[in-house]
């Protein structure tokens, strides 16, 4: 009874999906797609000539298609144009050529089909320990990097992967660019009144700082940061006149900090540097700076305004850190509900970097009060304390990167590999995060000619949250 | 006791009543002065004779320049003055009446003759007219004179630091506290030029015009003059004055002179020694050796300049000189060749702090902020040897031939030891010190050379020809500086006591530098000197062609010595190599886009005219019109904007020059003249180049400045050497250059550049020396007051209580760089023949100067005042032989540079490094100490 009952109605529902489908309305519009104005040729490599190292390109990269730049070439959108890869584009540079955007530049990669602006026919090793840095290749700036100049107003980095760039610069593309002659930027922006959007995207290798922005209105959310800077070079470096938010990005090995904010050349006319960095990962930062007391995750320095919250440091050679001399503007900088996990003594020793000013929060992860050794009642900023009590206490619990770690030096891990950060669900990371956090955008809100999503501060510490926001990779 | 007054006292009662005696007995006396017939200056040291058939008797002129023959038998005599460098006077005869003071002044020609003005002379200045006249007097513009002799005295060796002693001369000191530059009238060196025998001279400096005046030995001069007001025939190009070294040139008779000495600076001790090392045997760079092309590796460069290094706890400076000089041929020839060689080791002890970038705006707005403190020794030696040689002959009475040869050749061995506590403040705190050390060999060697053929023709009574034909070459090479330097960490205990230290972050470096400036130039200018109205009046006409051809390249290599490789010590251990291989090649090396070639020609005519509008009044005035024609071009990319370029301009330079003779010694002069002033070859080609706290770089849309300068000043000879001069100025300096910051390509490079300020920069001053001899000791005194105004956009950086920090504009006004308000000179000199003995004490004084501009408000660097008191002596041992010795700097006076900030407000970080503070309302940012130099020896005259 029951059953046949059933098969009725399973006879009934099927009848009446048939007329559903059958009594459905079907349409084919014609609907007419331009072909890209301008696409750029992908038959030869943009080749330079005549003792010129420029080559001008403006107009469309295709989807699928893969380009290239002749060795030594600057690629160089003019002032006034525009250069749009579209999702799925491909582009080789040639040995220390360059791409200088003096217009627009907009990679709009996605994420079944992301960009790639980098050089061809190079492994990566990406084994703790499985290369020195002397031979990597991820550190010998092959190419000279993405060159933002003076009048570039807009620079969008979207699903793309950005490789082996920091090669210096020199007089001839320096010259084009309005750029330093000296300059081994990955990527540079120098433009206070242009916006510099970065999401969902790669950074892999580099020499010098690898993002360097003299001045801009930015926008960097949700990106993977590996093997940055050589000996030196803080991954994410601002400068006076720079303004906006660094969320949900992940960084594992920066040779310094991964992000510092500065005033520092403030230029006239040009704001002050205000940043708010919210919801970051930073992983064994700061060891390969050659020179001591440089800093290995978060650093505010010489005049910059902002906060940072909910971010989480692990095994970083200095914690968060706030710089007395010059100052950073105190009076317009908060910060709290950060998270830093040790191995070692001499890592939890520096959660507040010796001789600098960062200001212990009650929020903050190991407590302030964990014991009387930690922080000490007579504690004064920058003073020495010992951190024997926190040294490997609150294992942020990742997927798959165990803790304390094995094997290789803390500086070797510096690449995510087969590694997993995301978060177990047992993470004391979950849950402690200051969600009330206004990002500060001053960019366009585009999905493509800006910032397609500005990812709201998340409830778990840390770029990856454990409901599937932030960082997406 | 007694005993011993008494015998003396006897003697000397006797000796003064012999005197009185014979002073009854025989009363017939001549007397008089000698002089230098175009400068007026007296002759002190030269000899007369009175000649009476055979009798012949001889004495002596003073300090004053006064001779005087005793006790002479009435009767016809004739006077004859002799003096090095001077032709013998022809026989005057005199009559001597019994017991009668006969005053016969002697006037003798030098036997140079000056280039830079046309000066018709003739033969008429044998005339006694009896007054002294300082060539301050006779000269057509207004100018200031060292004879050789005050210079053979002065306690200096060198041009530069004897040009201090010039009324309204300051220098501007090297590292090792080497006057280098000149400062006239508060202008500094861009604004002046420097002539030899009246031909302007190329620069070895690899970036600007101007010549370092401290690679001229003093003792080849005959005379050292300070030009300050143009007339139409000199070159137009100098603002602040033109610095003319006249050569000493064939004498009339036979000489030869030698001097021998050594010394010793006090700076240097066992604790505290000279740091000597021998020059790299690597001339050349890897790419100037095998090409821009050639990938240098480290086995390509040789560290001896580093690995060489020694201590010597007191090294010995030497000079040595020879003068020898002859006529030959009924005259008609004359040569001279004179050389000059100079060993000197001085040094400094320097403190220093290095602003950043950019100030802090808390507390207070543009705070000063320091990124480095630095702590360095410098061991210098100077090398240096001048040769030259002159060459006339005398065709006939209408026509005379010149041959001038100048080589000058200055090696200085630098090395600098310097450790930096880096990152200031950012990177050190009580517990941890980074420190960093830098060791620095330099080697600069410096060439100048000039040939200068000269012709003088009478082409009719009234009607002159005069030409010069010009080879001049400068040179500055640098070759293979070396520097290394390290990071040396140490973590502190909380007592202070270094527990650890790790040393990294090593870094070599080898650089080369070459400049070479080569000018070509003809001279040619006629004079016509007809009577116009019963007046004389003389017409000039001429002008000059320069081709000039400058070089300069530049290379550095910078190798690191392992990032993981810690240096203990052992130099030789360390794996250096370049970052990159590509960074060995040549054609990559960053330094290339500096390396530049100038071709420029200028020509310039002018028309003078002078003559007496009323007797009493001279006037020289006209116009002069120079014509610069400038093409650069450097080894940048095809791709850089400015990498080559033609600047022409033309200049029409007016001036009028008023000389009024109140009285016999007494004028009063007006003048104005327009002027020019050239920019530095490496502020036009676009060039990048280290500078002391900023790096600067070249602006090839720079103007030229051009100047209105008016002069009046009162001069009063009242006989001898004696002289009041009293002075006043004013310039008005258009399109003046001056550096502004700029931001080029990132905010921790921010460099200054030279750019034309769009306001005029205003000069004015006041001017006054007075010399007043008492017998044997004569006081000078000279005292300039100048006051230069500018105004110009500087940054302030300050904290808006909406905006936050913010950066804007705004004017300040200020002095123009390097000048002092007051600048002084006194010096007490003790001359007596008869005991043979010279004495000087000379004082120095500099007040507060503006020593580096800051593109911040408020921020300029100022020199603090600066007082020095140098001593020399001569003494007579034998006829001919003579001791003699110089002490320079006295008291030991340090150069020191303050901020008008408080330092009491600088943050508490800053102030840790802040060392000695003396200062409340200002903050002490760079001393150097020399300490004392010495030098003491033989000379021989024959």
Request: glycine residues 10%; proline residues 4%; hydrophobic residues 35%.
């Amino acid at each position: 009874m029951n059953k046949s009952i059933y098969i009725v109605l399973v006879a009934i529902a099927a009848t009446f999906s048939g007329c559903k489908k059958w009594e459905g309305e079907h349409t084919d519009i014609y609907s007419y797609t331009p072909p890209a104005a301008n696409p750029v040729s992908d038959k030869a490599p943009l080749t330079c000539s005549g003792g010129s190292t420029v080559v001008p390109v403006k107009g469309t990269m295709l989807s699928g298609k893969t380009y290239s730049v002749a060795d030594g070439c600057d690629l160089v959108i003019n002032a006034n144009d525009t250069l749009l890869m579209q999702p799925g584009v491909t582009l080789n540079m040639g040995a220390g050529s360059s791409l200088i955007a003096l217009g627009t530049l907009v990679s709009n990669g996605s994420k079944d089909q992301p960009n790639f602006i980098t050089v061809a026919g190079v492994i990566e090793n990406d084994m703790p320990g499985g290369v020195a840095p002397a031979t990597d290749p991820a550190f010998a700036g092959k190419w000279k990097g993405i060159i933002g100049g003076p009048t570039c107003n807009l620079m969008v980095l979207r699903w793309t992967h950005v490789a082996y760039a920091g090669l210096t610069e020199g007089k001839a593309t320096s010259t084009i660019a309005g750029s330093g002659i000296g300059n081994q930027y990955s990527i540079l922006f120098a433009n206070y009144k242009g916006n510099f959007v970065m999401e969902d995207s790669w950074l892999y290798g580099g020499v010098d700082d690898p993002i360097r922005i003299s001045a801009g209105k930015i926008a960097i959310f949700r990106n993977t940061f590996e093997k940055n800077g050589v000996s030196g070079g803080d991954c994410i470096n601002v400068k006076g006149g720079t303004v906006g938010t660094m969320a949900y990005n992940f960084f594992i090995g920066t040779a310094t900090n991964g992000q510092k904010a500065s005033n520092k050349g403030q230029a006239t006319g040009a704001p002050q540097t205000n940043i708010v960095m919210y919801n970051n990962t930073f992983v064994s930062g700061g060891y390969r700076q050659v020179q001591s007391g440089r800093g290995g995750c978060i650093n505010y320095e010489e005049g910059a305004a902002g906060m940072y919250y909910n971010n989480v440091a692990v095994n970083c050679k200095y914690g968060f850190r706030v710089v007395g001399s010059p100052v950073a503007d105190v009076a317009h900088l908060s910060y709290g509900n950060n998270f830093q996990y040790a191995d070692s003594l001499s890592v939890a020793n520096q959660f507040y970097p010796t001789g600098y000013i960062t200001q212990p929060q009650v929020t903050d992860i190991p407590s302030i009060k964990t014991s009387a050794k930690y922080l000490p009642a007579n504690y004064t900023l920058g003073a020495i304390y010992d951190g024997s009590d926190v040294v490997q206490k609150n294992n942020p619990m990742f997927l798959n990167f165990p803790l304390p770690t094995s094997g290789h030096p803390l500086a070797q891990y510096s690449a995510v590999g087969t590694y997993n950060f995301r978060l177990q669900a047992s993470s004391p990371l979950i849950g402690k995060g200051k969600t009330n956090i206004q990002p500060l955008i001053v960019v366009p809100l585009d999905k493509i000619y800006g910032l397609s999503e500005a990812t709201a501060a998340g409830s778990d510490l840390g770029c990856y949250q454990l409901n599937g926001t932030g960082n997406q990779h | 006791m007694k005993l011993h007054l008494l015998i003396p006292g006897k003697i000397c009662l006797t000796f003064i009543f012999l005197i009185t005696l014979l002073k009854t007995t025989n009363a017939q006396t001549i007397k008089g002065k000698v002089y230098d017939s175009t400068s007026g200056e007296p002759l002190t040291g030269a000899s007369v004779q009175a000649e009476q058939g055979s009798f012949k008797q001889y004495t002596s002129v003073n300090l004053d320049g006064s001779y005087t023959f005793r006790n002479l038998k009435p009767g016809k005599y004739e006077l004859k003055a002799r003096f090095i460098g001077y032709k013998t006077t022809e026989g005057q005869e005199v009559e001597l009446k019994e017991n009668a003071t006969l005053v016969v002044n002697l006037k003798m020609q030098n036997a140079s003759t000056s280039l830079n003005e046309v000066k018709i002379k003739g033969q008429t200045s044998k005339e006694s007219d009896g007054s002294a006249r300082g060539i301050e007097k006779n000269a057509s513009s207004i100018e200031n004179v060292l004879s050789a002799n005050t210079i053979q005295l002065l306690p200096d060796v060198t041009v530069a630091n004897a040009l201090q002693r010039v009324s309204g001369v300051t220098v501007q000191r090297s590292s090792s506290g080497e006057g280098r530059y000149a400062i006239i009238r508060g202008m500094d060196q861009r604004y002046n030029s420097t002539l030899v025998n009246g031909i302007k001279i190329p620069s070895p400096d690899p970036a600007f015009r101007f010549v370092p005046m401290d690679v001229f030995p003093s003792e080849m001069l005959e005379r050292l003059e300070v030009i300050k007001a143009l007339t139409p025939s000199m070159e137009g190009d100098a603002i602040g004055g033109v610095m003319n070294l006249v050569m000493k040139s064939a004498p009339d008779r036979f000489i030869l002179s030698a001097n021998v000495s050594g010394g010793f600076s006090s700076l240097f001790s066992s604790s505290r020694p000279f740091s000597a090392f021998s020059a790299s045997p690597n001339k050349n760079s890897p790419a100037a050796m095998n090409g821009n092309s050639y990938a240098a590796t480290y086995s390509d460069f040789n560290n001896k300049a580093l690995t060489s290094d020694r201590n010597l706890s007191n090294p010995f400076s030497s000079t040595a000189g020879l003068t020898i000089g002859d006529r030959f041929f009924k005259n008609k020839l004359g040569v001279i060749v004179s050389a000059s060689y100079q060993n000197i080791y001085r040094g400094s002890n320097s403190k220093e702090l290095t602003p950043n970038a950019q100030p802090s705006a808390i507390p207070l707005p543009n705070s000063p902020q320091f990124s480095d403190a630095y702590d360095r020794t410098y061991s210098t030696q100077t090398e240096r040897l001048g040769i030259h040689n002159k060459i006339d002959y005398v065709i006939n009475d209408k026509n005379r031939l010149s041959l001038y040869n100048l080589y000058i050749n200055q090696n200085e061995f630098e090395s600098r030891l310097t450790s930096d506590t880096l990152g200031l403040g950012l990177n050190s705190t009580g517990l941890s010190k980074q420190i960093t050390i830098f060791n620095r060999s330099t080697l600069t060697k410096q060439t100048i050379y000039n040939s200068t053929l000269h012709g003088e023709h009478v082409l009719s009574n009234n009607l002159r020809f005069n030409w010069n034909s010009v080879y001049s070459n400068a040179t500055r090479h640098m070759p293979d500086r070396t520097e290394f330097s390290y990071d040396a960490n140490k973590a502190l205990n909380s007592s202070g006591v270094v527990t650890t230290e790790i040393d990294n972050n090593t870094n070599l470096t080898h650089h080369w530098e070459n400049n070479k400036d080569q000018d070509f130039a003809g001279y040619g200018n006629f004079v016509y000197t007809p009577k116009i109205a019963n007046r004389d009046v003389e017409f000039s006409l001429g002008g000059l062609y320069r081709h000039k051809n400058r070089d300069a390249d530049y290379i550095t290599y910078s190798l690191t010595g392992g990032k993981s490789t810690l240096f203990n010590g052992n130099f030789s251990n360390l794996p250096f190599g370049f970052n990159s291989t590509a960074d060995g090649i040549g054609a990559n090396n960053p330094d290339l886009q500096n390396n530049y070639t100038v071709k420029e020609n200028d020509n310039s005519e002018y028309l003078q005219l002078k003559f007496d509008v009323v007797p009493k009044l001279q006037v020289i005035g006209g116009v002069r019109v120079e014509n610069t024609y400038m093409t650069y071009a450097t080894e940048s990319p095809l791709t850089v904007t400015q990498r080559s370029g033609t600047i022409s301009y033309t200049d029409v330079l007016p001036s009028i020059h008023l000389k009024y003779m109140l009285t016999d010694n007494q004028n009063l002069r007006a003048s104005y003249f327009a002027s020019i002033s050239r920019p530095g070859f490496g502020e036009i080609v676009p060039y990048k180049v280290s500078g002391e706290y900023y790096d600067q770089e070249g602006n090839p849309l720079l103007k030229h400045i051009t100047a209105d300068n008016y002069d009046v000043r009162y001069e009063l000879f009242p006989g001898g050497a004696d002289q009041i001069l009293l002075g006043s100025f004013f310039k008005k300096i258009h399109n003046p250059i001056e550096y502004f910051v700029v931001r080029d390509g990132g905010p921790s490079s921010q460099v200054i550049k030279p750019q034309n300020d769009e306001g005029d920069a205003t000069n004015y001053g006041l001017e006054a020396l007075v010399t007043k001899f008492f017998g044997v000791v004569g006081f000078s005194v000279n005292y300039t007051y100048t006051h230069s105004r500018i105004t110009t956009n500087k940054l302030l950086y300050y904290n808006d209580p909406t905006l936050g920090l913010q950066q804007s504009f705004v004017n300040e006004t200020r002095p123009l760089q390097g000048q002092a308000n007051n600048v002084g000179n006194a010096s007490v000199l003790f001359k007596s023949a008869k005991i043979g003995l010279d004495m000087q004490v000379a004082f120095v004084f500099t007040g507060e100067r503006l020593a580096q501009v800051s593109p911040y408000y408020n921020l300029d660097f100022y020199q603090h005042a600066f007082n020095q008191l140098d001593f020399s002596f001569e003494k007579t041992l034998a006829k001919r032989v003579s001791f003699y010795g110089k002490i320079n700097n006295l008291t030991n006076t340090a150069n020191k540079i303050y901020l008008k900030f408080p330092h009491g407000s600088l943050d508490a970080k800053q102030q840790e490094f802040l060392g000695k503070q003396d200062i409340a309302a200002q903050t002490l940012v760079q001393s150097d100490y020399y300490k004392t130099l010495f030098l003491g020896g033989f000379r021989y005259k024959f």
